[in-house]
């Protein structure tokens, strides 16, 4: 049985129908799960790819859920899991030469983040 001082609270958001591959929007997951709000949001901003502003919305969302819902404090949260699930695609044509068409496939995912209160330095500086 769990004690409820071993439980962790966490806040979690999502964001549905975000335009964009679930693949490239992965690639910017895998290199901020497990760091903090503050390192993550640095992270972000000075990406390259088209797929961080929908990203950073919905960990404002998370971080926002996390202040007002469960009262943790901002500075102290890590991002305990992030995942983009494939979504609906949009098919499209595009007309071509001599009555021909050729299907054009938009892809959509929904972005999955949750947050954690660090876990205190103390505790694991006294068990190393």
Same mark, same amino acid.
């Given at each position: 049985?769990? +004690?409820?001082?071993?439980?962790? +609270?966490?806040?979690?958001?999502?964001? +549905?129908?975000?335009?964009?591959?679930? *693949? =490239?929007? $992965? %690639?910017?997951?895998? /290199?901020?799960?497990? =760091? *903090?709000?503050?390192?993550?949001?640095?992270? @972000?901003? #000075?990406?390259?790819? %088209?797929?961080?502003?929908?990203?950073?919305?919905? @960990? $404002? &969302?998370?971080?926002?859920?996390?202040?007002?819902?469960?009262?943790? !404090?901002?500075?102290? @949260?890590?991002?305990?899991?992030? &995942?983009?699930?494939?979504?609906?695609?949009?098919?499209? #044509?595009?007309? %071509?030469?001599?009555?021909?068409? #050729?299907?054009? =496939? =938009? /892809?959509?995912?929904?972005? &999955?983040?949750?947050? !954690? *209160?660090?876990?205190?330095?103390?505790?694991? !500086?006294?068990?190393?």
């Amino acid at each position: 049985m769990i +004690k409820k001082s071993e439980m962790t +609270k966490k806040a979690i958001a999502h964001g +549905k129908y975000i335009r964009g591959s679930a *693949s =490239k929007v $992965r %690639r910017v997951l895998d /290199q901020i799960r497990g =760091k *903090s709000y503050r390192d993550a949001l640095i992270m @972000l901003e #000075f990406m390259p790819y %088209r797929s961080t502003d929908p990203i950073t919305k919905v @960990l $404002r &969302s998370a971080v926002a859920n996390a202040e007002h819902n469960l009262g943790m !404090e901002p500075s102290s @949260l890590v991002i305990s899991s992030a &995942s983009a699930d494939n979504g609906p695609v949009m098919k499209r #044509f595009r007309p %071509r030469a001599q009555g021909r068409a #050729f299907s054009i =496939k =938009k /892809q959509t995912c929904h972005i &999955s983040i949750s947050v !954690e *209160s660090a876990p205190n330095q103390t505790n694991t !500086e006294a068990q190393n």
